[in-house]
């Protein structure tokens, strides 16, 4: 059994315990002290009553004689009755008290605690991210004082984070403004020369434009298509879909995927079959593809890139590893946030939806590397049992 | 009913804050089972009541005052209530003489005697007889006792005997079949 630690208010029912109730039974235990004092006191005055076996000689005299002794009984009587009265009455005011005031302290002690636990569950809240909670200001002066400050805190806390959302839309407006820039730059500068060239070529020599007209129509097309390629990659960051997942062997997927590039690239597989992972073909395809495309951009042309797969406990262990110009210190941590890019010709949305892609379908994807000699993507993904 | 169980409550509390704050320990009167006779036209009903004089009533009845301990007889079937009838046990002591006088108004039986021991078996005895009625089945008889006011008349001072029973009002309830056992 877990033992929970004594609170504040366990040691205010304790203190309260010791303090009130200690006072009252000794407070107590002095009145029964003085009770029995008074009863030993009148147990004594029975003596008197042997008065009443005495001769009276004349019958005046024994009247009297019967009124003291009755009167001297019946006090007697009284005094006996009121005490045990007394005594009654002093325990059961002793335990209205106790009753009362323990009511009383129990009440107090709530009407103190429930602002605190009010506090702690707003607090809670804030820590969750939930800025707009916010206190109704009563109670006790110094927990209103409390609360206002909770309230202060919160709402500045709400202003802060509107302000850093509308910051970052428009930083994030701003970064693909310039890169949309720049990327539709790059393509319309040849597009742009090309027609130059021909327009050139029609005032000074109509005829011999057909030499010239199928390097320009080349290289227009060429440009059309990186277009389609950059607004491809744009739709396909925007446009995640719910995963599909399926089981398959990553092997035979990866293998598939290395036919379009073996005839161009040194690839050197270690792929042993008999795995089974659960995943969306499509994203694991555009994953693979993502890390091979950047390690061939990254790497010279005859450069190997090595793709193995392992197994660590119930994990399988992709790696594609490159020999290339690896990736700085300070940039490594920046590689999977959209359009972050150290290449002259890119989105920065490549490995942005490699990671995006992997965290949809719990994969985990990391990356090692060392400036100069390479990097190598691992990615992490949970074995099915066949 | 609420009386009863007003009266229980009241007697619980007592006891509880008696016994938590007070060494002071009195009397906690009790009634015998009921004992019933049932002859031709009438029903003897007796009982007693028990630790009911132990602790501080040798001063109370030694004042010379005349002491009552009350009795109510109910007889019932149901909701319906046949009797309820009162008899009260009266004890006087002279001090003069040393004689304790008790008198038992359901018996008209009268009974002197110097014992004090013998006073308390005396006036804890409880006895009387109910005409019988042939409508009487099964019915619920009980017997309950209490203690009253006393004037002490020469020092003028009233004083509710009650405390002393500690606000218990001692019952014993008989459920019989009366026209059977007839």
Redesign the interface.
């Known amino acids: 059994m877990r033992l929970m630690k004594p609170g504040l208010r366990a040691w205010i029912f304790v203190l309260f315990g010791i303090v009130a109730i200690g006072g009252l039974v000794i407070l107590n235990g002095f009145f029964q002290k003085q009770q029995n004092k008074i009863e030993s006191t009148i147990d004594a005055l029975t003596d008197i009553k042997e008065l009443g076996s005495m001769a009276f000689l004349t019958p005046v005299d024994s009247i009297q004689a019967r009124k003291l002794i009755n009167r001297h009984q019946q006090s007697l009587g009284f005094v006996k009755i009121t005490l045990t009265q007394t005594r009654l009455y002093s325990a059961l005011i002793l335990l209205g008290i106790i009753l009362a005031s323990s009511t009383i302290f129990v009440f107090f002690v709530l009407r103190l605690s429930r602002p605190l636990a009010e506090l702690r569950e707003a607090t809670e809240q804030i820590r969750r991210g939930n800025f707009s909670v916010h206190l109704p200001e009563t109670g006790i002066y110094e927990m209103r004082a409390l609360k206002n400050s909770f309230n202060l805190m919160s709402y500045e806390l709400e202003a802060v984070q509107k302000r850093l959302l509308v910051a970052e839309k428009e930083m994030i407006w701003k970064d693909l403004s310039r890169i949309l820039a720049h990327e539709i730059k790059n393509p319309l500068t040849p597009i742009q020369l090309a027609i130059q060239r021909l327009e050139e070529r029609l005032g000074t020599n109509p005829e011999g434009i057909k030499e010239i007209l199928p390097p320009a129509i080349a290289i227009i097309q060429q440009e059309i298509e990186n277009f389609r390629l950059l607004a491809q990659d744009f739709s396909n960051f925007a446009k995640i879909s719910q995963p599909q997942k399926e089981s398959f062997d990553p092997a035979t997927a990866i293998r598939e995927i290395c036919k379009s590039y073996e005839a161009d690239y040194k690839l050197v597989c270690n792929l042993p079959d008999g795995f089974l992972i659960s995943f969306d073909r499509t994203h694991f395809y555009q994953v693979i593809t993502n890390i091979i495309q950047n390690a061939i951009d990254a790497s010279c042309h005859d450069a190997p890139i090595e793709l193995s797969i392992s197994k660590d406990r119930s994990f399988i262990i992709i790696s594609i590893r490159d020999q290339g110009c690896g990736i700085e210190n300070e940039s490594i941590h920046r590689i999977f946030e959209p359009y972050y890019t150290n290449k002259t010709k890119g989105t920065g949305l490549g490995l942005a939806l490699v990671k995006k892609l992997c965290d949809t379908n719990r994969a985990v994807i990391r990356v090692k590397s060392k400036p100069g000699e390479g990097s190598t993507f691992t990615l992490i993904i949970e074995e099915v049992k066949a | 009913m609420l009386e009863a169980i007003g009266s229980k409550i009241i007697a619980g ?2 006891s ?3 016994f ?5 320990t ?1 009397n906690d009167p009790a009634m015998r089972p009921l004992q019933i006779v049932i002859g031709r036209s009438y029903v003897q009903i007796k009982t007693g009541l028990t630790n009911a004089f132990v602790n ?1 009533f040798n ?7 005349t002491i009552p301990v009350e009795f109510t007889v109910t007889i019932r079937s149901g909701r319906t209530v046949f009797v309820t009838n009162k008899y009260t046990n009266t004890v006087t ?1 002279d ?2 003489t ?1 004689l304790y006088t008790i008198a038992h108004n359901a018996t008209g039986q009268r009974i002197r005697t110097p014992s004090y021991q013998s006073m308390i078996v005396s006036v804890s005895q409880f006895e009387c007889s109910i005409p019988y009625q042939p409508a009487w089945k099964r019915v619920t008889i009980k017997v309950d006792a209490g203690l009253s006011e006393v004037h ?4 003028d ?1 009233t ?1 509710d ?1 009650t ?2 029973w ?1 606000y218990i009002r001692p019952s014993s309830v008989l459920n019989a079949d009366l026209s059977r056992s007839s």
């Open positions: 509390i007592v509880l804050s008696m938590l704050f007070s060494s002071y009195g501080d001063d109370v009845f030694r004042s010379g005052t002591y001090p003069m040393g002490f008349a020469q020092i001072r004083v005997l405390v002393l500690k």
